[in-house]
């Protein structure tokens, strides 16, 4: 029987930052009702009423029709019953944006999954009981304060307001609310069929009972003002990241390098234990512990299991605290310092085939920070990518990940006889092979950030700027090249040849310098130029109609991804620049969340385009290529007054 949408008799209007159990849990005792049974009324169980709980995915969005169902029913506007679930993280809380699946139709909407990546905590929630208490108003007297949704995030592990770690255990029972067997599937509610229990009371069950301990009991609760100022000021860190002013990426980034390092830290420990106070190194020892006496009684392959994952923070807000802040303290210092902490905790890693590292390197690969990307990967004691790194010897000295800061530290000295608006951000490959000492070799994939710091080093000599700023200049995001200010190469990194990379620059500027004046472009006045332009669709159109002219047949690819092609080609070509800088991938013409880069499928799209030749469809296209650039230089020409010529 599938629950009427009806309004129920009486609702209530969601408290701030309100999870939806939470919401559940108060409505249900409003109106003297099992939780289940409100849950199933709202559209949020199976058919069944109370035998059938309600999925826990719900807990991070609701799909349209339930919204739909639910707000009619519990009598809220649907800005409310969105605002009882995580939705509003995604895109800036990694484990909640990988906790949906996104539509097929890029109109459609995503689903959530029902596992979750370790960072939310979704079988319990932690808990403050002054705030479970209520702030003594007649709703709250009656039904308690919120279950807050901050408190389902693996990163809160205090409460600012009354200046105390939160709890996650019951004073009685000493379980985690609502937990139940860690190997049982996670649910949305704690027994749904309960009846006449208070939101705030303890809803496990054991011999045949429930415990019903009060949660919000202050006599048993930790007075005021007991959280360390440390941990104070990292959770106000954390929760200044989670604020909406935040940039999507920027928050995105920090958590994911945080999850980063936390997984580092628990999967080397104790080699952190002496930056911590004893009782924090405690709590993360007793948390480690108990994960390795878990691991010890289970085959190999039971290892997968999220509760066993290095990825996955303490329960105990103490611990969870203590791992948080020494990788909060890694990744706060600029660059090198930065790089030697992390360095050194990633020395401590265990074996890298250990199923215990869970999805840790997609993490890395996939959400991680360039900086930090690149700190892991330079301390880390194996190689993690030995296939990618098999680089043959002409080129293997400089490409390696960890030798680019370290270039860019190098001085620059004054080059004269070109410009620096003369210099592309995608240098020539003349220009590339003239760096190479001894024979030339290949120009691999792997080269792309030691062009990028050629390009850097050559805009610094000619004009003396910094890194960051001839970066700027060229439009290259730091992140890019892993530009930290005031870092020195290291004894390990490229300083013992710092001579051949002058003697490399040299050559490049004398090649830059040597280009006739009359084939001299000002790539930065077409930067500016083409700063917004995508292919039109009609002339896209045309393409379209060419190819299939030709080829009897549609493109391989979708319009869409292919229009994109088109369209970061020919802007590479005007501007000097890469494809995953082309504006058709970046707001107003995507998404602001998307990430291109050199591994994505569109950057592989738009090399295909670019190279195809022989029995490549997509070789029908060039020659409509270059004739329509030609008509888009002679527009800018006319515009900008021939400034693409110097003198």
């Known amino acids: ?376 990967e330079e301390g880390l004691p194996w190689d993690l990518h030995p296939k990618r790194r098999v680089i043959k010897p002409a080129s293997s000295q400089w490409v390696r990940f960890r030798t680019i800061p370290a270039f860019l530290a190098i001085p620059a000295e004054r080059l004269d006889g070109y410009l620096p608006e003369f210099v592309p951000q995608e240098i020539p490959d003349k220009w590339f092979k003239e760096f190479h000492i001894g024979p030339p070799g290949p120009l691999l994939p792997a080269t792309r950030r030691l062009r990028r710091a050629i390009a850097i080093h050559l805009v610094r000599a000619a004009s003396g700027m910094d890194s960051q700023e001839a970066a700027g200049f060229l439009g290259i995001p730091a992140d890019w090249c892993l530009l930290e200010m005031g870092q020195q190469p290291s004894s390990s990194g490229p300083d013992a040849r710092e001579a051949e990379f002058v003697e490399g620059m040299r050559r490049v500027a004398r090649c830059a310098a040597g280009v006739p004046s009359t084939e001299r472009v000002n790539y930065r006045e077409r930067r500016r130029y083409f700063s917004g332009w995508r292919l039109e669709r009609e002339v896209y159109f045309g393409f379209l109609d060419h190819y299939t002219g030709i080829l009897g047949r549609r493109p391989p690819v979708s319009r869409d991804r292919l229009h994109e092609a088109l369209s970061a080609v020919i802007w590479s070509r005007l501007t000097g620049s890469e494809f995953p800088l082309a504006p058709c991938f970046h707001p107003p013409f995507s998404e602001a969340r998307r990430r291109v880069d050199a591994g994505s499928p569109e950057n592989r799209l738009a090399h295909a385009v670019a190279r195809a030749s022989g029995r490549s469809p997509y070789a029908v296209l060039l020659p409509l290529l270059e004739r329509y650039e030609q008509e888009l230089l002679t527009g800018f020409q006319n515009t900008a007054g021939s400034t693409d010529l110097a003198n």
């Open 1 to 376: 029987m599938t629950a009427s949408a009806d309004p129920l008799p009486r609702s209530l209007t969601p408290l701030p930052d309100e999870s939806l159990p939470g919401f559940l849990l108060r409505l249900g005792h409003r109106l003297d009702l099992a939780p289940g049974f409100v849950a199933w009324r709202l559209g949020l169980a199976g058919l069944r009423p109370m035998t059938t709980t309600a999925r826990v995915g719900h807990l991070f969005m609701l799909e349209a029709d339930r919204i739909r169902h639910f707000t009619q029913a519990a009598r809220i506007s649907a800005e409310d019953a969105e605002g009882l679930t995580l939705r509003s993280l995604v895109g800036r809380y990694p484990p909640v944006t990988h906790a949906l699946v996104p539509p097929k139709d890029p109109t459609g909407t995503p689903r959530p999954l029902h596992r979750f990546p370790p960072g939310v905590l979704v079988r319990d929630s932690r808990y403050c009981p002054r705030c479970l208490a209520g702030d003594g108003s007649p709703v709250q007297a009656r039904h308690g304060g919120p279950w807050r949704r901050s408190w389902r995030l693996a990163v809160s592990f205090a409460c600012l307001e009354h200046g105390v770690l939160l709890q996650h255990t019951c004073p009685r029972c000493r379980t985690a609310p609502g937990t139940g067997d860690p190997d049982r599937p996670a649910k949305l509610l704690s027994l749904p069929g309960g009846t006449g229990l208070h939101p705030a009371q303890c809803r496990e069950e054991y011999s045949g009972g429930v415990c019903g301990q009060r949660l919000d009991d202050l006599t048993l609760a930790p007075g005021p003002g007991g959280l360390p100022a440390g941990l104070a000021a990292l959770q106000a860190r954390i929760d200044g990241l989670l604020a909406p002013d935040t940039p999507d990426r920027a928050c995105f980034e920090a958590f994911a390098d945080l999850h980063l390092l936390t997984t580092l830290i628990l999967a080397g420990w104790p080699a952190a234990a002496p930056l911590l106070p004893p009782d924090q190194a405690e709590a993360v020892e007793a948390h480690v512990s108990s994960q390795r006496r878990r691991v010890e009684k289970l085959p190999e392959f039971r290892h997968r299991n999220q509760q066993l994952s290095w990825m996955l923070l303490p329960a105990a807000p103490l611990a969870a605290a203590a791992v948080l802040s020494v990788a909060a303290r890694a990744l706060t210092p600029p660059g090198r310092e930065m790089t030697e902490a992390v360095g050194r905790l990633a020395a401590a890693a265990p074996r890298k085939q250990s199923l215990q590292w869970g999805k840790t390197w997609k993490i890395l690969l996939r959400d991680a920070s360039g900086a930090c990307r690149a700190a892991v």
